[in-house]
């Protein structure tokens, strides 16, 4: 069974940093691009990030563009979102999530994490 | 950047069609995948490349796409079928992910 668990969400002060992780499983994860989509409280889905399977390729919303960086370990089968200089706005339930398609990319978003939650507040 | 449109909510009584619209410049040239998301749970794929469905998918969940307007219909709605739906694309002139703004579907 595909699994993705996301961890590292907190409360944090504007202006400083957090990483968030996603451990997969039941997949093998370097061949799959991977994505990270937020979700404020009581709004709609935003992009947030992808990456491809070999980390050649790196996307990212304008909104988040300079201050995230994502990343993975293939051998840790991990995905990773470092977060700096973060902002109210930022606040949101932060989901990964897998491409759906093996060595590809563009494609629709098979399964989903339960998410992590980020709070920017004094 | 590329806008996905979609209405706030519909409403629907049991075991009528819903039908869900995401509108976009030139949508058609574009594949649409649409989400199902019940409250406190992660989205979950009911319909990929325009029309197509993931296994498990009951298939009173369809979807065309003509023009401007991407459409989810849902057939016979059941009570279980209320949620938020949320269409997605690509857009390949700026190399993002698109999300519609979600649609709260309402069963009577």
């Known amino acids: 069974e595909v699994q993705l668990v996301e961890s590292g969400g907190d409360l944090v002060q504007p202006g400083r940093s957090l990483r968030l992780s996603c451990a997969a499983s039941?997949?093998?994860?370097?061949?799959?691009?991977m994505y990270w989509v937020r979700q404020a409280p009581g709004k709609g889905l935003e992009w947030v990030s992808g990456?491809?399977?070999?980390?050649?390729?790196?996307l990212y919303a304008d909104s988040v563009k300079g201050r995230f960086t994502i990343s993975r370990d293939n051998a840790k089968n991990s995905l990773y979102l470092q977060m700096n200089s973060l902002r109210a706005e930022d606040t949101a339930l932060y989901y990964c999530?897998?491409?759906?398609?093996?060595?590809?990319?563009?494609?629709?978003?098979?399964?989903w994490g339960q998410g992590t939650l980020v709070t920017v507040s004094s | 950047s590329y806008v996905l449109t979609q209405p706030p909510s519909v409403s629907v009584a049991p075991g009528q069609t819903a039908r869900i619209t995401c509108g976009g410049n030139?949508?058609?040239?574009?594949?649409v995948h649409w989400y199902q998301q019940k409250p406190g749970q992660a989205p979950v794929v009911v319909v990929y490349?325009?029309?197509d469905r993931p296994s498990g998918i009951p298939e009173r969940f369809s979807g065309s796409n003509s023009g401007n307007t991407a459409t989810l219909t849902i057939s016979r709605v059941e009570a279980g079928d209320e949620a938020d739906y949320y269409c997605?694309?690509?857009?390949?002139?700026?190399?993002?992910?698109?999300f519609g703004g979600g649609t709260k579907l309402t069963v009577l």
């Open positions: 030139n949508i058609e040239s574009k594949s």
């Open positions: 999530a897998k491409d759906s398609r093996a060595s590809s990319w563009s494609n629709w978003f098979d399964p």
């Open positions: 039941g997949f093998t994860f370097d061949d799959y691009a």
């Open positions: 490349d325009d029309s």
């Open positions: 990456i491809s399977w070999n980390s050649g390729t790196i």
């Open positions: 997605q694309v690509w857009d390949s002139s700026s190399d993002h992910v698109v």
